[in-house]
Structure formats: C-alpha cells, structure tokens
T-cell receptor
C-alpha cells in the first residue's frame, strides 16, 4: 500500500540551527500538509501546499518556517532558526483531493528535539 | 477556531466492552473524520462522515453526526487490546479551505 515517507525519524539540534525535514508524499497525490504535535498534545496544522504554492497556513507558520517541493517528489519543511519550543513531532500528510473530501495519509513523523 | 474537541480526554475499559468518544466543533463543516494514532506513530484515517449524513458504520466502528449540536461520536464495539490508541476527530470548515483541524484527542486504553 502506498505510504508517505518522512526523514529523518529523529533529529536533535541546537537552538538557533536550521533544520530541514523531508517528506515523500504518495506519488499521485496533489495536496500536501505539515502538522506538528508537541508531546502529548493536540495535532496542530502548520501549512498546506498545492500546485507549487502555499494554499493555507496557520499562525504557527511564521517567517521561521518555509516549505518547498524542490523536485516533484520531495516536500520539505525548513525551520530557519530553531527554538526550544519547536521541539515536537512533525507529520507530513498528503491527499489526492479527488473525492472532494480531504482524507489524509500521514507519514510516521519526524521527531525534532531542540536543545 | 473551529477545531474539534474530544471528550473524554482519557478512557480505560476492559476488552469486550464498548468505547464511546465524543467530539464537538464550532463552525459549519463539510465533513468530519476520525483518525487513530498509536503511540509515537502517525495518524491513520478510520472513517469519514459527510455533513448530510447522520450515521455511518465501518466494521466495529459506528460514527454519528449531529450538525444541529455540532457534535459527533465514535463508538468502538467489542473493544480489543489492539484498539489501545489515541483517537482524534478532524473537521474541515466550509469556509476555511482544505486544512483539516484536529481536536485534542481521546486516549483509549483497553486492558485484557
């Protein structure tokens, strides 16, 4: 069964460093998302991406965050200068959007630890 | 915010019992979905109910939707230890575009 692949599974970084989280969505999906989940808390929407541009973003997704689809298969989330509070599990998701309902397929997540 | 809010936050039951989780939301929606998350893993879609539907079944899952009360429930019948997970409802608002907004989740523990 097709799956969304995320790398790395766990990254530890120092505060102020740049981090890039990578995702390979399902190949025929058109809509891509990043969510994050601080340990034990709710799943928070960050950004959605369609047709090579951001279609929606939350207030969490400030200037420190950016997304890119550099090569038609990868979908990346970059955090320019990490803060302690960026420590969380980051989930990539994708959907075809064909059914008119956004049933998302999630990756297993990338755990980011900022020290 | 039109995010869903589940209750209870945590639920502990014995195998074979039924588990009921509730979700409330604030604004008009296109559809409501339930997802499951095993500890430390990604979310997995369970079931979707559209705003013009009142009840839907999938295996041991039964979902209801009451748009007048802006609420939904997820019933898992004859629970198993393998059902132990967190369960989240997710909504997409009519006006808000494509983003699914998740609630805080209900953590279900099923003991054998």
């Amino acid at each position: 069964e097709p799956e969304v692949t995320q790398t790395p599974s766990h990254q530890v970084t120092q505060m102020g460093q740049e981090v890039i989280l990578r995702c390979v969505p399902i190949s025929n999906h058109l809509y891509f998302y990043w969510y994050r989940q601080i340990l034990g808390q709710k799943v928070e929407f960050l950004v959605s991406f369609y047709n090579n541009e951001i279609s929606e973003k939350s207030e969490i997704f400030d200037d420190q965050f950016s997304v890119e689809r550099p090569d038609g298969s990868n979908f990346t989330l970059k955090i320019r200068s990490t803060k302690l509070e960026d420590s969380a599990m980051y989930f990539c998701a994708s959907t075809s959007g064909i059914s008119g309902a956004n049933v998302l397929t999630f990756g297993a997540g990338s755990r980011l630890t900022v020290l | 915010s039109q995010q869903g809010e589940e209750d209870p936050q945590a639920l502990s039951i014995q195998e074979g019992e039924n588990a009921t989780m509730n979700c409330s939301y604030k604004t008009s929606i296109n559809n409501l979905q339930w997802y499951r998350q095993n500890s430390g893993r990604g979310l997995v879609h369970l079931i979707l109910i559209r705003s013009n539907e009142r009840e839907k079944h999938s295996g041991r899952l039964r979902v209801t939707l009451d748009t007048s009360k802006k609420s939904s429930s997820l019933l898992i019948t004859a629970s198993r230890a393998a059902d132990t997970a967190s369960y989240f409802c997710a909504t997409d608002a009519v006006q808000a575009g494509t983003a699914l907004i998740f609630g805080k989740g209900t953590t279900l523990s099923v003991s054998s």
